[in-house]
T-cell receptor, first 115, second 111 residues
Framework: KAGVTQTPRYLIKTRGQQVTLSCSPISGHRSVSWYQQTPGQGLQFLFEYFSETQRNKGNFPGRFSGRQFSNSRSEMNVSTLELGDSALYLC??????????????FGEGSWLTVV | SQQGEEDPQALSIQEGENATMNCSYKTSINNLQWYRQNSGRGLVHLILIRSNEREKHSGRLRVTLDTSKKSSSLLITASRAADTASYFCATEGSGGFKTIFGAGTRLFVKA
């Protein structure tokens, strides 16, 4: 069974540009979450999608957006990139069964560097 | 603010010693999970403990949960250099599915 796949793994963008990151969850997983990880701020929750709907959202500006497709694949977009957006972006998926204690499976992440 | 807060932020021990990390949280939970992250990689699930459980074991890992104190601890016995990583606790709130991660404990095991 394939794990969570994130693309691209590494990318460099210029300040002001926009970027789109892609995530393919484990087959059968309907919940996809995104996290930003930086040395100074730790693991910060961005948003979670379930059945193509954003169900939870973290405390990030509107420049950060995402979506989920009918096949559960998800993308996140960051517009007007700032230097502080340089981070490891992690995607995670889970089965999302209420009360079952959902193990979250992470991808290897996308390293974004903004110059 | 983060639901889970790990303590200590960093821990350095010798191979063979035990490592203990603590996690405190603020609101009621369905379960608490521990994850490991090797440098620059994704997080890997280690163990889950439900709110009605007090202790759980998995290999060299022992997790305890005290819901009255809203805290959990992760014990790694007979640590190895390969245990060097960051360890995160994550809580699944009783009100929904949102899982929140703490800031993590960085463990360094010296060979």
């Amino acid at each position: 069974k394939a794990g969570v796949t994130q693309t691209p793994r590494y990318l460099i963008k210029t300040r002001g540009q926009q970027v789109t990151l892609s995530c393919s969850p484990i087959s059968g997983h309907r919940s996809v979450s995104w996290y930003q990880q930086t040395p100074g701020q730790g693991l910060q929750f961005l948003f979670e999608y379930f059945s193509e709907t954003q169900r939870n959202k973290g405390n990030f500006p509107g420049r950060f957006s995402g979506r989920q497709f009918s096949n559960s694949r998800s993308e996140m977009n960051v517009s007007t990139l700032e230097l502080g957006d340089s981070a490891l972006y992690l995607c995670a998926s889970s089965l999302d069964i209420r009360g079952a204690g959902n193990t979250i499976y992470f991808g290897e992440g996308s390293w974004l560097t903004v110059v | 603010s983060q639901q889970g807060e790990e303590d200590p932020q960093a821990l350095s021990i010798q191979e063979g010693e035990n490592a203990t990390m603590n996690c405190s949280y603020k609101t009621s939970i369905n379960n608490l999970q521990w994850y490991r992250q090797n440098s620059g990689r994704g997080l890997v699930h280690l163990i889950l403990i439900r709110s009605n459980e007090r202790e759980k074991h998995s290999g060299r890992l022992r997790v305890t949960l005290d819901t009255s104190k809203k805290s959990s601890s992760l014990l790694i016995t007979a640590s190895r250099a390969a245990d060097t990583a960051s360890y995160f606790c994550a809580t699944e709130g009783s009100g929904g599915f949102k899982t929140i991660f703490g800031a993590g404990t960085r463990l360094f095991v010296k060979a």
